[in-house]
C-alpha cells in the first residue's frame, strides 16, 4: 500500500506517495457548515469502505468563523441522510498552523482556495494547497463546488454527488501511487 507525503515541498505529481502515514487531509470552504463537512464525512466513508481509515485522516474548516461550533447545515444533513449519511462535524475556522499539520488542503472553490494562499505567507504550502474539484472525473461537475447556502435543496444533492465523484479520484490518486 502507498505511503503518503507528509512533506510540504513536493512535486505535483508524488504528493500522495512516500513517507510517513498518517495522511490528514483539510477541506476548506467558507462557513465549514455545507461543502467541507460533506467533503470530511464522505472521504471518511470511502476510506473506511477502502479500509484506510487509520491511515487517511480527514477534517474540515472555514475560511470564516461565522459557524464556529454549529453543527453541519440541517439541508445538508438532510440531502446526506438521503444518500445514506449521517454528516457529524462542529465547524471551526482554519488556522495557519493547519497548513504545516495538514498534507493536502483542498479549497472547494476558487475564492477559499485564494484565502488559503493569502494565508500562507511565505508561499511555503503551496504545492498542497489544492482545488478539490481537479479529483473529479468526466465532465459532469464544474471546476468549483458550487455554493449551496443561498439557493434550494437540489444544490445540496449536487454538492453530495460531486463530492462524492471527488473523494473516489483522491482515493484513486492514492492507490495509483501504491
Ligand atoms: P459553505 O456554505 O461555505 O459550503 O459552508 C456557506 C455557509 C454559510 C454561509 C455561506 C456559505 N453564510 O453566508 O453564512
Redesign the pocket.
Known amino acids: 500500500m502507498a505511503r503518503l507525503a507528509n512533506k510540504t515541498t513536493v512535486s505535483k505529481r508524488v504528493i500522495m506517495t512516500s513517507s510517513t502515514p498518517p495522511f490528514r487531509i483539510l477541506f476548506v ?8 463537512p460533506a467533503g470530511e464525512n464522505i472521504m471518511n466513508a470511502v476510506v473506511r469502505k477502502a479500509g484506510l481509515a487509520d491511515i487517511i485522516l480527514c477534517d474540515s474548516a ?1 475560511t470564516m468563523d ?2 464556529t461550533g454549529k453543527l453541519p447545515d440541517a439541508r445538508m444533513r438532510q440531502a446526506a441522510k438521503e444518500h445514506g449519511y449521517d454528516f457529524k462535524g462542529a465547524a471551526r475556522q482554519v488556522l495557519t498552523t493547519d497548513l504545516e499539520e495538514f498534507d493536502l488542503i483542498l479549497a ?1 472553490d476558487r475564492s477559499n482556495l485564494a484565502d488559503l494562499r493569502l494565508l500562507d505567507t511565505e508561499e511555503a504550502y503551496d504545492e498542497k494547497i489544492r482545488l478539490f474539484g481537479r479529483y473529479c472525473s468526466g465532465n459532469k461537475f464544474p471546476e468549483e463546488v458550487p ?1 449551496p ?1 443561498y439557493g434550494g435543496e437540489e444544490g445540496f444533492h449536487m454538492v453530495i454527488q460531486m463530492v462524492e465523484n471527488g473523494c473516489e479520484g483522491i482515493l484513486a490518486e492514492y492507490q495509483n501511487n501504491d
Open positions: 470552504c467558507l462557513g465549514n457548515i455545507c461543502r467541507s472555514g461565522w459557524h472547494m455554493d447556502y
